[in-house]
């Protein structure tokens, strides 16, 4: 069955950084793009970043993290990660990863708390 495992969460200081892993297993990675997500507390999830499956198809992202995360995708290890430079108060969520096969499949997130 298709698993995803979060995990680099943790607490960072304001202008820090983090990088988030998604390892996933279950489905042929190689073949899907995936996606991040975060939800903080009291908000509604919102849509983070995205890899693609194929060359010449960019990542992308949401116009708060653009320019700040980069998201990027190992197919020999089933893992997409999430690099997180100058983060701030407002990065502060669970982020999870998802990817669409047949549904949605998602992980059980990994905390972040940016915070001084």
């Known amino acids: 069955q298709v698993q995803l495992v979060e995990s680099g969460g943790g607490l960072v200081q304001p202008g820090g950084s983090l990088r988030l892993s998604c390892r996933a297993s279950?489905?042929?990675?190689?073949?899907?793009?995936m996606r991040w997500y975060r939800q903080a507390p009291g908000k509604a999830l919102e849509w983070v970043a995205r890899v693609g499956n194929a060359v010449g198809d960019r990542s992308t992202y949401a116009d708060s993290v653009r320019g700040r995360f980069t998201t990027s995708r190992d197919d020999a290890e089933n893992t997409v990660y999430l690099q997180m430079n100058s983060l701030k108060p407002e990065d502060t969520a669970l982020y999870c990863c998802?990817?669409?096969?047949?549904?949605?499949?998602w992980g059980q997130g990994t905390q972040v708390t940016v915070s001084s």
């Open positions: 279950g489905f042929t990675f190689s073949r899907f793009a």
């Open positions: 998802n990817v669409y096969t047949s549904r949605d499949f």
